[in-house]
């Protein structure tokens, strides 16, 4: 049996039972670059500090001290690199674990300050009341569906999407609810581009994974080609039909000799009061002419985004 055929898809190795959260190749790949980054501050900001703490100590003590705070700079920055891929997955599971925070240290709170049947009364409001009412129901969905929408977009960047030379894979942003679906902002790595995911089924795939209609791939920022926006489809909210209130604010006691706006046709118009042949401009009459409508880009002044409702 292969190397790779003794883990199962989900992390949980054969033997033994352990669980994989970061692979070998990638913490190999982050230890190499912790190890230089380590003996590159260790030599910058020793030498800096060296040269700074030679003008108030003796110069050998100042190199002794300069060596030490070099020594710790490089300590710092060698376990941020090398916590890196750790600290990438306690962000893409941020919101769980804050919710989880939240919801295990405010029933113990809710514990201690009300008997039991107050706190499963206040449980109960807080669980029941949203889900009763429409609005509210709706946003919180919209919001748990942000949530699945990263977590899908990350197994998708891992399973079929190129990565680059050492397996880093792009940073999912905060995502947030749209009429249509939802959008997420990816921070793409050094070795990827948006051709990447522009290729022929990629899109596709992507719209398959995250359990949609549609998703459309386009740049964030003008600035910044790494930053680029995922917009996600998955129902047409101009699609539905919209009954009108108008026809309720029309009042049915109307005269028929009631005025009317000009720009509305006489009541009471018949087909023999239509002239046969219709009025011509002659060459005199000036042609009215159109306005001219000047093309916009981006949102509008009010915050209105037309690629929500795309």
């Not at 030599?43 to 800096?48: D, E, I």
């Not at 003008?55 to 941020?80: E, K, M, R, S």
């Not at 925070?101 to 039991?116: D, E, F, H, K, R």
């Not at 995922?230 to 309720?248: F, G, M, Q, Y």
Request: hydrophobic share 45%; with cysteine.
């Amino acid at each position: 049996m292969s190397k790779s055929s003794q883990r199962s898809p989900f992390g949980w190795s054969n033997r033994g039972g352990s669980v994989t959260v970061i692979e070998a190749p990638v913490a190999r790949s982050y230890r190499r670059r912790a190890t230089i980054a380590f003996w590159v501050t260790l030599g910058v900001v020793g030498l800096l500090a060296a040269t700074v703490a030679s003008h108030y100590l003796h110069p050998i003590l100042g190199a002794l001290l300069g060596g030490l705070i070099g020594a710790a700079c490089g300590a710092v920055v060698f376990a941020l690199i090398v916590a890196w891929p750790v600290l990438r997955v306690f962000w893409h599971w941020l919101p769980e674990i804050l919710l989880g925070l939240v919801a295990v240290y405010g029933w113990n709170a809710l514990m201690q300050s009300t008997p039991l049947w107050g706190s499963l009364l206040v449980v109960a409001l807080v669980v029941g009341l949203p889900a009763a009412i429409g609005p509210v129901r709706r946003r919180v969905i919209a919001f748990i569906w942000c949530l699945v929408v990263r977590h899908r977009l990350r197994l998708c960047f891992a399973a079929f999407i190129a990565t680059n030379r050492s397996g880093s894979l792009p940073l999912i942003l905060p995502a947030k609810p749209t009429p249509a679906g939802e959008r997420v902002w990816v921070w793409l790595r050094p070795g990827l581009s948006l051709r990447d995911l522009e290729q022929d089924g990629q899109v596709q795939k992507l719209a398959v994974a995250c359990w949609a209609n549609e998703v459309r791939v386009m740049r964030a920022s003008r600035r910044y080609a790494a930053l680029i926006r995922l917009d996600i489809t998955r129902r047409e909210p101009l699609a539905a039909t919209i009954v009108s209130p108008l026809p309720d604010h029309v009042p049915t006691d109307v005269p028929a000799n009631a005025p009317t706006s000009p720009g509305m046709p006489p009541v009471g118009l018949d087909l023999p009061d239509v002239p046969d042949t219709p009025a011509t401009l002659t060459a005199e009459t000036p042609r009215p002419r159109r306005p001219r409508i000047t093309p916009t880009t981006g949102t509008s002044p009010n915050g209105f985004d037309p690629s929500d409702y795309a």
